[in-house]
């Protein structure tokens, strides 16, 4: 008897060790094969989305690809029902329905490929949403800009929009309380394998980057009761730990190893003190640069106002669970930008925390950089520029014309605009092209 109580309590006690580990298998289940927001639209939206294109006369052949390519989506390397990656089947009040998740901006491709957490630089979400809402007879209106320029997003905008029709306990409020919404900060989207390194993380290092509630902002579809996120709460700790999991991909074309080893010499000279150094034993040193000495574009680090971080701090999103990673965490203003890790940076153009910069060429010459450029939003390899690293783009002379449709503009990056300056990061500018040349060889091998 004594025996079997004692087996039993030791399988109790074995049970809550498993539970409480978090996994990455499961979080990658979680990711992948669930919906976290009801269904926003209906698969009729999605069928009928082509009649608000360039007319809408006649449905496009490969509808799947057409449509991928009108908004900037990629094919799911995973079952999903014949969506993209990024649109996902889901229950929804009148059924089966459609709702889009964290891989419409963190699911992306790179040489025809697609990725699971590579940031999404092709997306137009303003056009999807619009689309979308009015072939499903709603209002095509957003409530405020989602997309100003395409491959970057409002993605905060969207967070302290909705957080302010919440409660802190995260209760729906009737009115919504104003946490001012600066919809210009332009955010390309970081690329998920970084995680692992950061204490910090977002683009001014505001949030403690162990922090499980933080990544669950999205799931605040006015669909889901406040209960909903208590619920989630260990499907989340388990994505985390499949995001803490992921590993870049590889350079696929043949490098120079001979130049990446004189690169190599230069960085640790020259950039390492803020991104880190590389190979058998990686140092990272989570560093916060002021605005002062990086001097990009401000808007992103000073577009979250201190009542948004205030209401934020006394929200459910700040307390995590006692004993999990980021026990005392509140965010914080920092008034800068992180220097990111550079693991897998030749897959992650365009570069700067508003995607500002086309190529790491252009990172590292901030005189070459260009004014106004469009590119194909094409993904492949002709697409793909292996000398300067990153994006091939076309260098305009005039803004776009403002006759032009806006899904046509919005494909035109005009560094003028509010929160899409290409200035700062000077440190590359004092190298010789020689120099420059080297460094991007031994940046393709990180
Ligand atoms: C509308 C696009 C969008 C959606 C949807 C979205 N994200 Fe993000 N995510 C971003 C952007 C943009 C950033 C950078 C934010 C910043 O600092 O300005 C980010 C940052 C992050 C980071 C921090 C990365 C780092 O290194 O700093 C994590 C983790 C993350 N998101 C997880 C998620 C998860 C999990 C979901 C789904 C529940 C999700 N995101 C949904 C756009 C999005
Ligand atoms: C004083 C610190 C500092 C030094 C030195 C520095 N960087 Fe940076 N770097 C940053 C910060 C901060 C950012 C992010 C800026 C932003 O997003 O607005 C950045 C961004 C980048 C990016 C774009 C990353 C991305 O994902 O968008 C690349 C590439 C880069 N740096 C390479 C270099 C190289 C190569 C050197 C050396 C020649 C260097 N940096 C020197 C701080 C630094």
């Known amino acids: 008897m004594r025996w079997i109580a004692i087996m ?13 580990e978090p996994s990455a298998e499961r979080g990658k289940k979680a990711l992948l094969e669930t919906s976290f927001n009801p269904a926003v639209w209906t698969q009729t939206a999605y069928k009928n989305a082509w009649k608000r294109w360039d007319g809408g006369k006649e449905a496009p052949e490969d509808y799947a690809k057409a449509f991928e390519e009108h908004y900037g989506l990629h094919p799911a390397p995973f079952p999903n029902n014949e969506l993209p990656m990024g649109l996902r089947q889901s229950q929804g009040l009148l059924g089966k329905g459609i709702s889009s998740d964290c891989l419409v901006c963190h ?3 790179i040489m025809g490929k697609s990725y699971v957490g590579l940031g999404n630089t092709a997306l137009d979400f303003q056009a999807l949403w619009e689309d979308m809402s009015a072939a499903e007879g709603g209002p095509a209106k957003t409530p405020f800009t989602f997309c100003n320029v395409r491959g970057t997003s409002e993605a905060g905008s969207m967070a302290v929009y909705l957080l302010s029709h919440r409660e802190p306990n995260l209760n729906l409020r009737l009115k919504a309380v104003d ?27 505001g949030a403690d980057a162990r922090s499980v509630r933080s990544i669950m902002q999205f799931m605040m579809s006015p669909l889901n009761p406040a209960s909903a996120f208590e619920k989630s709460e260990p499907a989340f700790r ?10 870049p991909p590889k350079y ?18 020259t950039c390492s003190r803020c991104h880190g150094t590389y190979g058998k034993k990686p140092t990272y040193p989570n560093r916060i640069i002021p605005l002062e000495e990086i001097g990009t574009d401000p808007k992103r680090a000073q577009g979250l106002s201190e009542k948004f971080s205030k209401y934020y701090n ?13 026990d005392e965490y509140t965010a914080k203003a920092s008034e800068g930008y992180q220097a990111p890790p550079l693991d897998g940076i030749w897959a992650t153009a365009p570069y700067f925390h508003n995607g500002s910069a086309p190529t790491v060429y252009h990172v590292l010459n901030s005189k070459a950089r260009p004014k106004i450029f469009t590119r194909s939003y094409h993904t492949d390899r002709d697409a793909y520029d292996a000398e300067k690293l990153g994006w091939k783009i076309q260098v305009l002379d005039k803004p776009p014309d403002e006759k032009l449709p806006d899904i046509e503009k919005r494909k035109i990056y005009d560094t003028s605009q509010p929160g899409r300056a290409n200035t700062g990061h000077t440190f590359g500018d004092k190298l010789s092209d020689d120099e420059r040349m080297a460094v991007i060889e031994y940046l393709k091998t990180l």
Request: hydrophobic share 40%; charged share 25%.
């Open 179 to 205: 946490l001012e919404i600066h919809a210009d900060m332009c955010e390309d989207v970081p690329a998920w394998w970084h995680l692992k390194k950061k204490r910090t993380m977002y683009y001014d290092g």
């Open 238 to 247: 388990d994505i985390q730990a499949y995001l803490l999991s992921l590993e």
């Open 252 to 269: 696929p074309l043949p490098v120079d190893d001979k130049l990446a080893s004189k690169g190599l010499e230069t960085f640790e000279q």
């Open 8 to 20: 039993l309590l030791g399988c109790a006690w074995c049970g809550t060790l498993l539970a409480e």
């Open 107 to 109: 699911g992306g491709s």
């Open 314 to 326: 006394q929200s459910w999103f700040a307390k995590e669970k006692p004993g999990w990673y980021a």
